[in-house]
């Protein structure tokens, strides 16, 4: 490792938050030299990690995931606590660049000196996670964060993303009742390990105990994730900060729960071998496009897919044939 990389994790460990942006800018880098210098970093601050509570934020567009954030974030600054956000922003489909400014978002946040705020781009990575999400929790934890939250871009396909690298899943909900319920996929349901009511104040405060009784009923018929522990749905709203105090009680009861079963030993390891399994399946795919004979291929085999010509698992298996036989 050079010089200017030891004083990079230095940076890091001793919590320079220009260290650890400039830490995550590297790891979050696609050039083969970062990458090589990444790994190096990473496994000098490897030590340092694993102690903080990490927990994912998700739900869908319009519930006030950032707003619910800022709020959680006073609550825990002011009691004292160090905390790290990593927001994905939902990416332009057409400049790969972030729709939403978290800046701006989370403005009073981001000003706080106990508080890290991190956007990144999620780009076309499935589960509305950037692919360097897990490096960027490691280094935060490396950097004395001892919460760190993940927000998601909304409930899609994939949140088993946010689930995979977190300790306890959120999952915010308006409050719409049963309507609402109907737009949230069972499989989302099934992820989360506590489901939180926002904005249940004023005009709303009626329609989110009928939101908090529909969830309710609804997870009382799915099984749980983890022994000993049963979601609980609650309300609060960050407007006023009601109930934040009693959200993140049952974060740490969460976690208590999930210590006091070895239930958390197990989930981190679970944790790190799908990480692997990812980090294979990035690198396979990385490699298979960027093959010159692929690249060459593609558009004559995509072209016939798309005319019907070919079917897409032929077109798969020739495409595949051609990088192993030109890669080998």
Do not use: N
């Not at 990416?91 to 403005?107: N, Q």
């Not at 799908?274 to 690198?283: D, Q």
């Amino acid at each position: 490792m050079t010089t200017e990389l030891d004083r990079l994790v230095d940076g890091v460990r001793q919590g320079d938050r220009r260290a650890l942006a400039r830490a995550i800018t590297l790891v979050e880098s696609t050039r083969d030299d970062h990458g090589e210098q990444a790994a190096d970093v990473l496994a000098a601050v490897l030590p340092d990690t694993g102690r903080a509570v990490r927990v994912g934020i998700s739900g869908p567009p319009g519930v006030g995931k950032s707003t619910f954030i800022e709020a959680l974030g006073a609550h825990l600054t002011e009691g004292g606590a160090k905390l790290a956000v990593l927001a994905v922003d939902p990416s332009s489909a057409r400049s790969g660049g972030s729709i939403l400014g978290d800046k701006t978002r989370m403005e009073r946040l981001t000003r706080h000196p106990q508080a890290f705020v991190r956007p990144s781009p999620s780009g076309t990575t499935v589960g509305g996670v950037a692919r360097r999400t897990r490096e960027a929790l490691l280094l935060c934890e490396a950097a004395g964060y001892g919460v760190v939250l993940v927000e998601t871009v909304g409930v899609g396909q994939s949140d088993s993303a946010v689930a995979e690298m977190v300790d306890t899943f959120a999952l915010l909900v308006s409050p719409g009742g049963g309507d609402e319920l109907q737009g949230i996929k069972r499989g989302v349901m099934e992820l989360a390990d506590l489901v939180v009511v926002t904005k249940a104040d004023g005009d709303l405060a009626a329609a989110a105990r009928q939101a908090e009784a529909d969830h309710r009923h609804a997870l009382g018929l799915l099984r749980p994730r983890f022994q000993g522990w049963r979601p609980p749905v609650l309300s609060c709203s960050a407007r006023s900060g009601t109930g934040i105090d009693v959200v993140w009680e049952a974060v740490l009861e969460h976690r208590r729960t999930l210590e006091g079963t070895g239930a958390l030993r197990h989930l981190r390891a679970e944790q790190a071998r799908a990480w692997l399994w990812s980090e294979v399946r990035e690198r396979l795919l990385g490699g298979l496009r960027s093959d010159p004979e692929v690249q060459r291929l593609a558009p004559v085999l995509e072209a016939k897919v798309l005319a019907g010509e070919l079917a897409p698992p032929a077109a798969a298996a020739e495409l595949l044939s051609v990088w192993a036989r030109f890669s080998s």
